[in-house]
């Protein structure tokens, strides 16, 4: 018998991912027709070819996304070790982003206001992963006047541009059924990940899957080995992909208006670009003991990166993103230092107060952000409080020491960041 969703414990058995015996079968037959040349092709011209068969659409809206997603496909192929199911999850992912801005390419066409659709005062939650932004995004997320992203629009922004006006507007559509099965199909394969990070096809999702669309986003670099496109991200301007960001979040208030919602660590490493495209944006940054963060993230990220391959090396993880947090913290801190950033943008909230009191927490945003929260929303919040508790969905098991991290090390890099924000030791 299964042990009950509060029972369940995720395991820190990371070299050895967890496989139904009914997908571990599909991988043996698909490693055996790959070896006789077939499998599933991450090729451009394949890619391409297939987003215009199930679109019935013919161009793109620009190039932006060639290069990235050539480099990707390239690390997908050389360095990500995938097994067949993986190959195919992975293909889905990049065939996405071509579907998407073919049909995003065409609305814009029939709809040229859709480019003129304003993005006033967007709210912006960020913070080192596991810092609290996800419980912080789904309480806000229930304030009438703020519009996050939500999990099926993610997967599929744009409508068919055929499609009835209603569906626009979020009425069911085969939008969400895609989200749905992507939703049971990710419980099947991986349920350790939804008691660490529940994905859900109808709730608030991290906005850094809008920057997939353009390459430049970071989910591929956190679900699979792909260092050189890491290396090659890193190295690049990210601004043009903060403007196509823009657009795509145009797209999406256009069907359904607000004053956006984002969250997502991503911009934590990007507040430069982001405060260029978004001038006027309202920034909520939340703080962690790095101790719990880092080492809680890595064990995160092996068990995302188990969904697509069989070897998972988690003193790999440990460096590479151990590095990365640092990375991120440090250039998020010189950025709140430079010349010409208005500390009225951001907001700082600590986790242990979020967990403490998450209510008093939310008050302070909504003054900070110029809200009034009504008796209604207080209620709705609390209620969505009691309903999720903490270890709902499992207890997340790990260890500093799991994946090659040293304790002193991690808080001798993060001091300055431990001491600038007042972050105390859980």
Not at 150 to 176: F, K
Not at 234 to 255: K, N
Request: charged share 30%; net charge neutral.
């Amino acid at each position: 018998m299964s042990a009950t969703p509060e029972a369940r414990t995720t395991s820190r058995d990371y070299r050895r991912p967890y496989r139904p015996w009914p997908l571990a079968a599909a991988n043996r037959v698909g490693r055996a027709l790959g070896r006789v040349g077939l499998q599933t092709s991450f090729r451009e011209s394949s890619l391409v070819a297939a987003a215009r068969r199930s679109t019935g659409l013919h161009f793109f809206d620009d190039d932006l996304f060639r290069e990235p997603l050539r480099r990707l496909a390239d690390a997908l192929e050389r360095e990500a070790d995938l097994h067949p199911l993986g190959r195919l999850i992975a293909r889905q992912g990049l065939l996405r982003v071509y579907r998407s801005r073919l049909l995003r390419a065409a609305l814009v066409d029939l709809h040229p206001e859709i480019e003129a659709t304003p993005v006033e005062a967007p709210v912006f939650i960020v913070g080192l992963q596991r810092t609290g932004t996800t419980v912080l995004h789904r309480l806000l997320s229930l304030e009438p006047a703020l519009r996050p992203l939500i999990s099926w629009e993610a997967l599929s922004p744009a409508p068919d541009p055929a499609a009835p006006v209603e569906t626009r507007a979020g009425a069911r559509d085969s939008r969400m059924r895609l989200a749905e099965l992507a939703e049971k199909s990710l419980r099947y394969i991986a349920p350790d990940f939804f008691a660490i990070h529940p994905v859900e096809a109808h709730s608030p999702e991290e906005d850094v899957l809008l920057l997939d669309l353009c390459g430049f986003g970071t989910t591929a670099e956190a679900s699979q080995h792909v260092p050189s496109f890491s290396r090659w991200l890193e190295s690049m301007d990210h601004r043009p992909a903060y403007r196509d960001f823009r657009s795509w979040i145009q797209l999406l208030l256009w069907q359904r208006p607000g004053r956006w919602l984002g969250k997502t660590p991503h911009h934590l490493e990007h507040l430069d670009a982001l405060l260029d495209v978004f001038p006027d944006a309202r920034i909520i940054q939340t703080h962690r003991d790095p101790l719990r963060v880092v080492p809680s993230f890595c064990s995160m990220i092996c068990h995302a990166r188990g969904v697509f391959s069989d070897r998972v090396d988690p003193h790999e993880v440990g460096r590479h993103w151990g590095n990365k947090q640092i990375r991120m913290v440090e250039r998020a801190m010189a950025l709140r230092d430079g010349d010409g950033v208005r500390g009225e943008s951001f907001i700082d909230v600590h986790y242990r107060d979020l967990v403490t009191d998450p209510l008093k927490q939310v008050r302070q945003i909504y003054d900070f952000l110029g809200l009034a929260l009504s008796s209604e929303t207080e209620a709705q919040m609390q209620g969505w409080i009691d309903a999720n508790p903490r270890n709902r969905l499992g207890h997340h098991r790990y260890r500093v020491e799991d994946f090659g991290l040293v304790p002193g090390e991690i808080d001798e890099r993060l001091a300055d960041y431990r001491a600038r924000f007042d972050i105390p030791r859980e």
